[in-house]
């Protein structure tokens, strides 16, 4: 059985991405990790961030962004679709760029991909996510945050990145252009395996917060739309009351050890209040609606959504 691991990446560095600590997360697994690297700008150092690993498994492919041929975020799983395609492994195993994974499930996802390796009904693995907020302290369980998504699919041709890159459909005499085509597309059947994917997204200093979701507007609605909307925005991200997300109470991956230790902007944070600002952008999971479900599912449902959406058919294996 080989395990291929694989990510495509543009500017981390420059915009807090912990790329480093991605990659590394799964290494001991992976027989291989291939990196598509964007053109990153001349500031940035996401190449040497990688290259600082020092793995012989790691193998970069340099690719060049073209938000004009692939719009609204599908450069995003272009992209994802060009690393993918470049694995040589049975499992393939994606994470993006602040998707992490603790050392204690890597025996676990190891021993279900051989568990179920000559299962072919078998198309992708879903796991669990933690999404962090704010801080490496806080996480977020509201409605509108995706509790499982797929991360390990199989080398098949026909399975690719899907919309924004956040999942996969298998896309028969696929154009390898129309990534948000829902026709002739088909959800991949999945198993279930017992590990969380740390997601820290939404962890960055306030400044690179809002450089990032600039940067990820940019790539949803072009340079010029993105630059009138945030030109009118205040230069910091405002995560607003911290109280509105869970604490976390477990341990993070060791890889993430270096940047716990740099977590430098805690006076930035709104620890005290639970008034929101009333000039910040409201997030899903502050509006009413989304409060008023959040209470339903996790004190009545037992953590079960109410009409959320899911990607996949989870088989029973």
């Given at each position: 059985?080989?395990?291929?691991?694989?990510?495509?990446?543009?500017?981390?560095?420059?915009?807090?991405?912990?790329?480093?600590?991605?990659?590394?997360?799964?290494?001991?697994?992976?027989?291989?990790?291939?990196?598509?690297?964007?053109?990153?700008?001349?500031?940035?150092?996401?190449?040497?961030?990688?290259?600082?690993?020092?793995?012989?498994?790691?193998?970069?492919?340099?690719?060049?962004?073209?938000?004009?041929?692939?719009?609204?975020?599908?450069?995003?799983?272009?992209?994802?679709?060009?690393?993918?395609?470049?694995?040589?492994?049975?499992?393939?195993?994606?994470?993006?760029?602040?998707?992490v994974i603790h050392e204690k499930y890597l025996?676990?996802?190891?021993?279900?991909?051989?568990?179920?390796?000559?299962?072919?009904?078998?198309?992708?693995?879903?796991?669990?996510?933690?999404?962090?907020?704010?801080?490496?302290?806080?996480?977020?369980?509201?409605?509108?945050?995706?509790?499982?998504?797929?991360?390990?699919?199989?080398?098949?041709?026909e399975i690719h990145s899907w919309e924004s890159?956040?999942?996969?459909?298998?896309?028969?005499?696929?154009?390898?252009?129309?990534?948000?085509q829902q026709v002739g597309t088909h959800k991949?059947?999945?198993?279930?395996?017992?590990?969380?994917?740390?997601?820290?997204?939404?962890?960055?200093?306030?400044?690179?917060?809002?450089?990032?979701?600039?940067?990820?507007?940019?790539?949803?609605?072009?340079?010029?739309?993105?630059?009138?909307?945030?030109?009118?925005?205040?230069?910091?991200?405002?995560?607003?009351?911290?109280?509105?997300?869970?604490?976390?109470?477990?341990?993070?991956?060791?890889?993430?050890?270096?940047?716990?230790?740099?977590?430098?902007?805690?006076?930035?944070?709104?620890?005290?209040?639970?008034?929101?600002?009333?000039?910040?952008?409201?997030?899903?999971?502050?509006?009413?609606?989304?409060?008023?479900?959040?209470?339903?599912?996790?004190?009545?449902?037992?953590?079960?959504?109410?009409?959320?959406?899911?990607?996949?058919?989870?088989?029973?294996?």
């Amino acid at each position: 059985m080989k395990i291929s691991g694989f990510t495509m990446v543009k500017n981390a560095t420059k915009l807090y991405y912990p790329i480093r600590e991605a990659i590394a997360s799964i290494l001991p697994i992976v027989d291989e990790f291939v990196v598509a690297l964007g053109d990153c700008d001349e500031d940035d150092n996401t190449r040497a961030e990688i290259l600082s690993l020092n793995s012989d498994k790691v193998r970069i492919i340099d690719t060049v962004w073209d938000l004009k041929k692939y719009p609204n975020g599908t450069e995003n799983a272009h992209q994802t679709d060009l690393a993918k395609e470049a694995c040589t492994g049975d499992w393939l195993f994606y994470l993006q760029a602040d998707e992490v994974i603790h050392e204690k499930y890597l025996p676990i996802i190891k021993a279900r991909c051989k568990e179920l390796l000559q299962d072919a009904e078998v198309e992708g693995l879903l796991f669990k996510y933690l999404h962090f907020w704010g801080d490496y302290d806080h996480h977020h369980t509201a409605h509108g945050w995706y509790q499982n998504e797929i991360r390990i699919v199989r080398n098949r041709p026909e399975i690719h990145s899907w919309e924004s890159a956040q999942s996969f459909r298998r896309i028969p005499d696929f154009d390898y252009v129309n990534y948000r085509q829902q026709v002739g597309t088909h959800k991949l059947k999945v198993a279930t395996v017992d590990a969380y994917v740390y997601h820290y997204g939404w962890v960055r200093p306030p400044d690179f917060m809002q450089r990032k979701s600039k940067s990820l507007d940019t790539i949803h609605m072009g340079v010029e739309k993105a630059s009138e909307v945030y030109d009118k925005k205040v230069k910091n991200y405002d995560y607003g009351p911290m109280s509105r997300a869970k604490k976390f109470t477990g341990t993070h991956p060791k890889v993430m050890d270096r940047k716990l230790a740099a977590f430098d902007w805690a006076d930035q944070l709104n620890y005290s209040s639970k008034e929101l600002n009333p000039d910040r952008d409201k997030r899903k999971h502050d509006k009413l609606k989304y409060r008023i479900l959040s209470f339903i599912e996790e004190h009545l449902l037992g953590g079960r959504r109410i009409g959320s959406f899911k990607n996949y058919d989870l088989l029973k294996k």
